[in-house]
Nanobody, 119 residues
Framework: QVQVVESGGGLVQPGGSLRLSCAAS????????KSWYRQAPGKERELVAL????????NYADSVKGRATISRDNAKNTVHLQMNILKPEDTAVYYC????????????WGQGTQVTVSS
């Protein structure tokens, strides 16, 4: 059974930093593209950052470029999202996603972790 669990969310002041983590079990971790999405109240879920299964390519939303870094640890089956210079508009529920690089139907989501940026 596949399990995907995010952690690291919380309340942070504008300009602060946060590191989100996502641990996966029950899947062949290296074979999956790994992504972070977020969904703010009243808005659609949007892609924040992606790292390909090989780790060779990353992609970021324009809104977080230069402020976010996605990384993965294959030994610990964990993917991280480091967010710096946080803004109130970064407030959202952040979700971790794993999608197999060749079988996109093998697509798994975590339950989400709340990030609130406020003074």
């Amino acid at each position: 059974q596949v399990q995907v669990v995010e952690s690291g969310g919380g309340l942070v002041q504008p300009g602060g930093s946060l590191r989100l983590s996502c641990a996966a079990s029950g899947l062949a971790f290296p074979a999956y593209d790994k992504s972070w999405y977020r969904q703010a109240p009243g808005k659609e879920r949007e892609l924040v950052a992606l790292i390909t299964s090989s780790g060779g390519n990353t992609n970021y939303a324009d809104s977080v470029k230069g402020r976010a870094t996605i990384s993965r640890d294959n030994a610990k089956n964990t993917v991280h999202l480091q967010m710096n210079i946080l803004k109130p508009e970064d407030t959202a529920v952040y979700y971790c996603n794993f999608r197999h690089w060749r079988v996109p139907q093998w697509d798994y989501w975590g339950q989400g972790t709340q990030v609130t940026v406020s003074s």
